[in-house]
């Protein structure tokens, strides 16, 4: 089953949601390419990971990159207890 991103990309004003009133989680994603070839690191706020990955990707778009982020890179960060989550430790 193909899932759709449950918000449109307004590219000239940002993101749009299409107004459901749904929970918000965070993720993290750490496998798409950056301006260097060292570690990349992205949090992002979105009901899913399917929704997280396009937000990234269009994000990493204005940025200047591929935006190649996929959604089996993008892990949600459980918020429901105190918790520290290393995105990146710098070593290569």
């Not at 991103?5 to 994603?29: C, M, P, S, W, Y």
């Not at 591929?66 to 959604?71: H, P």
């Not at 949600?76 to 989550?85: L, N, V």
Request: glycine share 8%; charged share 25%.
């Amino acid at each position: 089953m193909n899932k759709q991103a449950n918000f449109q990309i307004d590219h000239a004003n940002g993101i749009k949601t299409d107004n459901r009133r749904e929970n918000l989680k965070v993720f993290q994603n750490c496998g798409f390419k950056g301006h260097w070839d060292v570690g990349t690191a992205a949090v992002i706020v979105a009901t899913d990971a399917v929704s997280a990955t396009a937000i990234l990707n269009d994000r990493l778009r204005v940025q200047g990159l591929s935006g190649d982020a996929m959604v089996e890179d993008t892990i949600e960060i459980p918020t429901d207890k105190p918790g520290a989550f290393i995105l990146n430790d710098g070593n290569y």
